[in-house]
């Protein structure tokens, strides 16, 4: 018998014939209007919480890379806008003077907002998160900083600046921080790359968790598969219907992953929110902000959960028609 496209879903199977000594039941999976893939069986569910738990994950990697990347773009901006002018104390020379005339030099330079001496007071402060607090510094040599704020958009030329400190500032050095910025793109890059990475595994391992979960339903489901084609159904029809429901069980999982991901971003948000006036707090906030992604964030983790039970439905077809050609 050759055959025909299925007009709908579900088939009206004929009622259990009578036997001697009694009726007997049909399956339950070739019951009236039963679904052809029943997806809240326990294996449904089980794969549901798989692919739950795998979205989740998938969700933190990408919002904690977003979240790196939104920090190191934040430090790298504000590193880039400021230099340093170090001067080291010079017995023969009065550190006054020589602070005052690095200012000038440097207010001077074109590109330049604003030149800021630290006190010598504030120069020993620095010191303290190493040294300790309470200690005198009179006998040590210590290096006396200006801050340099450079104007928005601008980067100037810091050749003639260097050549006039060392001319009249002797003992005086101009850091750009230019090592630092690498530093921070190179470590932003990698954890950005290693989320990505990670996100990749992560649908991987969801695809594996459904090329195994369609076999064993079609597997489970064989007297239906036998059926179907017995009244005209073809293998696409098959495949579609496995791939609707498979992609409605992955929507739902990755749903309550991303979500549960979206959630637990923004109780972290607001415990560091608490914690701001606190030195734990400070920190926290230093290194990630104020621990909140953007709107693109939640994006990536939408796009996220979708790819997720995209590659679900997809990845259930395919496997639906290996299984058949294999099989037919």
């Not at 299925?6 to 070739?30: H, M, T, V, Y």
């Not at 790196?68 to 504000?78: K, L, M, T």
């Not at 001077?108 to 007071?121: C, I, S």
């Not at 084609?229 to 496995?242: L, P, Y």
Request: glycine share 8%; aromatic share 6%.
């Amino acid at each position: 018998m050759s055959r025909m496209n299925a007009p709908q879903p579900r088939l009206k199977r004929a009622a259990p014939q009578k036997e001697q000594g009694g009726a007997k039941r049909l399956p339950a999976s070739l019951s009236r209007n039963a679904p052809l893939v029943p997806v809240d069986s326990a294996g449904g569910q089980a794969l549901a919480a798989v692919i739950a738990i795998l979205t989740f994950l998938a969700a933190l990697c990408a919002g904690g890379a977003e979240l790196v990347s939104a920090s190191s773009a934040q430090w790298r901006s504000e590193i880039a806008r400021e230099v340093t002018i170090q001067i080291r104390p010079n017995p023969q020379r009065s550190m006054e003077d020589d602070v005052a005339r690095a200012v000038v030099l440097a207010r001077q330079t074109p590109g330049v907002e604003t030149a800021q001496p630290f006190t010598k007071e504030e120069s020993e402060r620095l010191l303290e998160p190493w040294l300790g607090t309470g200690l005198d510094f009179k006998d040590l040599p210590v290096p006396r900083l200006i801050v340099i704020k450079l104007k928005e958009d601008e980067r100037p030329d810091f050749g003639p600046l260097r050549q006039s400190l060392q001319k009249d500032v002797p003992g005086a050095t101009l850091d750009d921080h230019a090592l630092w910025v690498s530093r921070l793109s190179t470590m932003a890059n990698t954890i950005i790359g290693t989320g990505i990475f990670l996100v990749a595994l992560v649908l991987v391992a969801a695809g594996l968790a459904v090329v195994f979960a369609t076999r064993g339903a079609m597997a489970g489901n064989k007297e239906v598969v036998e059926v179907l084609h017995f009244v005209g159904a073809n293998d696409d029809f098959i495949a579609k219907e496995f791939q609707r429901r498979f992609f409605r069980l992955g929507l739902r999982g990755s749903a309550f992953g991303a979500g549960g991901a979206l959630v637990l971003t923004i109780i972290l948000g607001l415990i560091t929110r608490s914690w701001r006036a606190s030195p734990a707090g400070d920190q926290i906030e230093a290194l990630f902000g104020a621990f909140s992604i953007s709107w693109t964030g939640y994006l990536v983790v939408i796009l996220i959960a979708l790819l997720v039970a995209l590659v679900t439905g997809v990845v259930s077809r395919l496997t639906v028609r290996r299984f058949l050609n294999g099989n037919g």
